[in-house]
């Protein structure tokens, strides 16, 4: 079963709710909306105006930066976008890489261990609050005293969560925790606070997997694993089409073509690499970006009734 969500965000209403629309009408599972304050549009606010123009297309952050959201305020979009949308709330939360983004609220980027504990304490609030409970905390890391999200109540029993990272101990927690673990596959910020060292390679994904694995012991069914796929191309010549890419990232063509990170080929041969990354990873789920949504949509179709079929039909 393989299950793609496209991410974008808005630059006017008109086309937003074009792709809305087409994105739930190509089969994509979900509309999801990335958030980075200053440099793109609110994502619950994208996501409302998304949800009415819409009926069964899930509706998510993706992911969002926990480093300069504080609980109750986040919790209460995702509240509200579930009941505006009818119960199709999705939240993906993440530890906020861009520097720029946590001075902007006055504070200064701790490091990796600091942006770890912000993003733990953040989601577990969160997700009490959504829970209905109340929530006290008095960290270095995080304050809250004394919140209840009283109103709005989720229409969903559960907001599904989404974790996004590649960090060992946010893997972990996701394995544990979380619906969806949502591999990045990066690695180091580069110095513009953007852009990322590529963790592709098959002895790095398997470190990651590894992680997520040692999180879900215990667990009676463990988190659907997810890629963040940074390039979509549909080519009768994957192997030119790849070769700029992967000298860029530092991996041959055939280790890039073998990453969940991209979906680069004739649509045949994405439908075969979608199947060998189930197999291989576990992966069953990807994130796309818009400009993958017309090449994709024929794709979609031709996976479509792989989700419904059972076992015995996949493989007959």
């Known amino acids: ?132 409970e109340e929530v006290t905390v008095d960290s270095p890391d995080l304050t809250v005293r004394a919140a209840r999200l009283t109103s709005p109540r989720p229409v969903q029993r559960r907001v599904p969560l989404t974790v996004g990272t590649s960090n060992s101990t946010l893997l972990r927690w996701a394995g544990a925790h979380a619906d969806v673990v949502g591999l990045a596959g990066f690695g180091r910020t580069l110095e513009d606070g953007h852009q990322h060292e590529a963790r592709w390679r098959a002895d790095q994904i398997e470190a990651q997997l590894a992680c997520v694995a040692e999180g879900a012991a215990g667990r009676n069914a463990p988190p659907a694993l997810e890629a963040l796929v940074q390039t979509v191309l549909v080519t009768d010549d994957a192997e030119a089409a790849a070769a700029e890419q992967a000298a860029r990232t530092g991996l041959t063509v055939a280790e890039l073509l073998a990453t969940p990170f991209v979906l680069i080929g004739t649509e045949d041969e994405i439908v075969a690499s979608v199947a060998e990354h189930e197999r291989r990873w576990g992966v069953t789920r990807f994130v796309v970006r818009t400009n993958a949504l017309d090449p994709l949509t024929p794709v979609l179709r031709r996976l479509a009734p792989l989700v419904e079929a059972t076992p015995q039909e996949r493989s007959a």
């Open 1 to 132: 079963m393989a299950i793609f969500s496209l991410q974008s965000t808005p630059t006017d209403a008109a086309s937003w709710l074009d792709l809305a629309r087409r994105a739930e009408a190509a089969g994509f599972d979900a509309l999801l909306a990335a958030d980075h304050p200053g440099s793109c549009g609110n994502p619950f606010v994208a996501l409302a105006a998304a949800a009415s123009v819409t009926s069964t297309i899930g509706l998510g952050s993706y992911v969002s930066n926990l480093g300069v959201r504080e609980p109750m305020l986040l919790a209460t979009d995702v509240a509200t976008l579930d009941v505006v949308s009818g119960g199709r709330a999705r939240l993906g939360v993440g530890a906020g890489h861009t520097p720029a983004e946590w001075r902007a609220v006055g504070r200064e980027r701790p490091d990796v261990a600091g942006r770890v504990r912000r993003c733990l304490a953040v989601t577990e609030a969160v997700r009490a609050l959504l829970d209905g």
